[in-house]
């Protein structure tokens, strides 16, 4: 009886080890197939080695936040030039040797009215533009897709509401200080290149092309912030508390991001991936992912 029950059990312990392979040979191949539909994409959104500018608007909100900043730019470069023609006038004109009685008055008030004036209006003339933005940015419409963010300390957690699925990313080569031999190989086995080194992660945010897509951005442990820069979207995940943010990407690809909050140690290493792939790519994705992740 002994014999026979020792017999049961190691039969029993083969048929979960088998059944494990199988699940886990099914996870890879599933993986795999993922990984070479959402291949090809053209990378849009990435860091470029010394250079100062946006990356490349692929929203509306994104256009909106750099025709606000050339205008801005070009109104604060007026009234630098504007200073220093004046600061230059008044050393040339009324320096000791031009001007060697100097007057004595303590107040000009048309003066005095003129420069409260003026810049009331320049700021009156900023906000017009500027607050639309913001209120265009704020306003969150009724979303095609909803996703849930939750930052923790050192990943991001995707949930979609809507379709259950749930995963975690992680960057790719986490806990690596250099770029080894071992995470090139892992970086090229998820299609990305050396130089997507601490940008890239191992499960992207798969959105479809033209969707509009709300995002509900909350906190595990502290103040985390989810920002995609051609996106024109930004917003810190508090702990206890929702904040909400949309977007509508117009152009198909593969978009960077990373924390922008200060998390702790390892808080450079939170990057963000949004894949924008066409509808009937995403549909084949969302069927991949709800038997891969599900909640």
């Known amino acids: 009886m002994q014999g026979s029950s020792l017999i049961r059990r190691g039969l029993a312990a083969f048929a979960t080890a088998v059944t494990g392979l199988v699940v886990a040979g099914q996870a890879a191949a599933q993986s795999a197939e993922m ?132 995963f975690d990313a992680f960057m790719i080569g986490s806990g690596n200080g250099a770029l080894t031999e071992e995470v090139s190989a892992d970086l090229a086995s998820y299609g990305y290149s050396d130089d997507d080194f601490r940008l890239a992660a191992d499960n992207a945010v798969v959105v479809p092309l033209g969707a509009t897509v709300v995002m509900t951005v909350t906190g595990a442990d502290v103040i985390h912030s989810w920002a995609m820069p051609a996106f024109g979207v930004k917003q810190d995940a508090v702990p206890g508390r929702l904040a909400q943010l949309w977007f509508r990407a117009e152009r198909p690809g593969v978009y960077f991001g990373q924390c922008s909050e200060l998390c702790g140690k390892d808080h450079a290493y939170m990057p963000i991936v949004v894949k924008v792939v066409d509808r009937q790519t995403y549909d084949a994705w969302l069927a991949m992912a709800q038997d891969e992740f599900p909640v």
């Open 35 to 166: 990984q070479e539909l959402l291949s090809g994409l053209p990378v849009v959104g990435h860091p470029e080695d010394r250079a100062i500018g946006f990356q490349p608007a692929a929203t509306e909100l994104a256009r909106d936040i750099h025709w606000l900043d050339t205008m801005l730019l070009w109104i604060i470069s007026g009234i630098v030039v504007f200073v220093l023609l004046l600061l230059a006038f008044v050393i040339v004109r009324y320096n000791r040797r031009m001007h060697p009685e100097p007057k004595r008055f303590t107040h000009n008030s048309p003066l005095e009215v003129a420069w409260t004036i003026v810049p009331i209006v320049i700021l009156v003339f900023i906000g017009s533009f500027s607050l639309p933005v913001l209120f265009k940015q704020q306003t969150i419409p009724d979303g095609d897709i909803h996703i849930k963010v939750t930052g923790y300390q050192w990943y991001w957690g995707y949930e979609y509401v809507d379709d259950g699925v749930y």
